[in-house]
């Protein structure tokens, strides 16, 4: 069986708000665990749960005070947490990702940042398109912006830090990296990751079951496509 | 249900839009609950006309806005002290009344308050996306066309309701509104990060002195801090809500509101308590605001008696409903 381990912290956040905290430097260890206890968390369906929200190292869940205490008459709640894991026996569980085959134009005239990456890590043009086209990433977490995904594995040549002053607008569909991630800017928006790249694909829907493209576990491959491509696709 | 054009918009404020409790549920894909500001005034509001609380209602911003009525109907609007003129005539805040067609509104200056809610009898017509009204100006959805009110907009409203004869048309007015120009408390708990902030700052005072600045918006309200502390902590983002006290890397707090996205970078040193988030709504940037800590047993205790007021109101409105209904 694989191995999940439970909270090392619950804090009370918020009247409403509950935050729970991994601290193994096992990163393997405390992705399956925050993932497993999501997952968990949605399948109840408790009716004092309004939000469950995972990241990297912490969970948050947005809650109902007034249905908590009508249903649960309990005055504790990061106690009633931690006690409902101990009793839940959460396992692991394997989730089916999707998979998606993102489009990417990276043509200089759609990727402001992509030279000036070349010129920070000391990797050619042409070759960053290849690095970061060669890796199947996967969703760590959402967050930032409605459909905003935290991709990791990008390959080490090319890790470089944020612009150290964030332009004020971003295109929506811009490909960018910044540290150890790479993601896609969902909608206009201020922001700071270095842009190499847009892909004519929308990252929200109106399906009420899956209003954005990505989810957290899901894998995702980037294709390079040229700039007559793009300009087909975005005027599908 | 049939809807008809109920107001025209003459004239539109800065910010003026069409919110409800808030979109829930979806905070995992990263989209922001949004919602209506100041949560106790706009339930206030339609619990007056015996609304559901979650009725959609209009948010409306130091608006000087003017609106032409379409349809008779009836409003109730709570809030800021604004000064409100139908027909030339004062209206009071936090009170029901009628509106007739061609009749004329206008929204004036705020002696106490920044937000005012204007509640329609069955809740204002609203695009629904992911099962909220609320306005996303991110993504363009929810509310009316997924922006801000502008000037020649026509929103609609149920047709054919009638308040009962004999309706208590109860006046209940806001008792939290900050006084505009003086400085108002707004207590807080410790947040997730509290203790880099305690090491920091060892000599913890029990109030802290800021100012609220001109850049806030829905999204959060950046705070200049009287003595700022500048720190160098680096932090994987994680899971935030609203009231959440960012502590920025130049010392100075940003206060998580409506907007707020659904993670930070930032150590979450504190939380402004739910009881006290109606009244920061309403504080208006550039004042100045006295951060004062409070134990977190007090707030859930403060938090659930508001709650409770509120379903005193609920329940005495519905009654009077009720029992005028034949």
Known sequence: MVQIVPPDTFSFAAEEFLLMEWRSTNDELVKRSIQSHFHWIQEQSFPWVRDCIPSRHRLGIQMNLLVFQSLCKHTNIAQYWEDLFQDADIVYKHQVSKTHIIPVCYDVSLAPDIEEVARISGVELDYIIQLHTSVEYEVSMMGFLPGFAYMDGLPAPIHVPRLSKPRTEVPAGSVAIAGTSTAIYPVASPGGWRIIGRTPLSMLSDDIESPTRFNVGDRVRFTPIGLREWNNLMHE | ?326
């Open chain 2, 1 to 326: 249900m049939s809807y008809v054009p109920t107001i025209e918009v003459i004239k539109a404020g800065p910010d003026d839009r069409i919110q409800d409790m808030g979109r829930f549920g979806y905070q995992h894909l990263g989209i922001s609950p949004s919602g209506v500001m100041d949560t106790y005034a706009a339930s206030v509001a339609n619990i007056l006309l015996n609304n559901k609380v979650n009725s959609s209602i209009i948010e409306l911003v130091l608006s000087f806005a003017k609106w032409r009525i379409l349809c008779p109907t009836y409003f109730s609007i709570a809030g800021a002290e604004v000064e409100i003129k139908l027909n030339g005539k004062i209206q009071q805040v936090g009170k029901v009344f009628a509106v007739e067609k061609d009749d004329e509104l206008q929204f004036s200056s705020s002696s106490r308050g920044a937000r005012l809610y204007v509640a329609v009898q069955g809740g204002w017509r609203s695009e629904i996306w992911l099962g909220s009204s609320s306005t996303d100006i991110w993504v363009n959805r929810g509310g009316h066309q997924g922006r801000r009110l502008q000037s020649g907009d026509q929103i609609m409203a149920q047709t054919s309701f009638k308040l009962p004869e004999g309706f208590n048309r109860q006046f209940f007015r806001c008792d939290y509104l900050p006084i505009n120009g003086e400085r108002a408390t707004i207590r807080i708990i410790k947040g997730p990060d509290y203790e880099i902030w305690n090491g920091q700052n060892e000599n913890t005072q029990k109030t802290i002195l800021g100012q609220i600045s001109t850049q806030s918006n829905r999204m959060g309200y950046h705070t200049e801090l009287q003595h700022p502390f500048p720190h160098q902590y680096s932090m994987l983002s994680s899971p935030i809500t609203k009231g959440a006290i960012e502590w920025l890397p130049n010392g100075n707090w940003i206060v998580l509101m409506s907007d707020h996205p659904t993670t930070g970078g930032y150590p979450w040193i504190g939380t402004v308590i739910a009881a006290d988030l109606p009244k920061l709504a309403q504080v208006i940037p550039g004042s100045s605001v006295e951060w004062m800590w409070v134990e977190a047993e007090e707030a859930v205790q403060l938090f659930l008696e508001q709650q409770r007021n509120l379903q005193i109101l609920q329940h005495a409105i519905h009654e009077s409903f009720r029992k005028n209904t034949h």
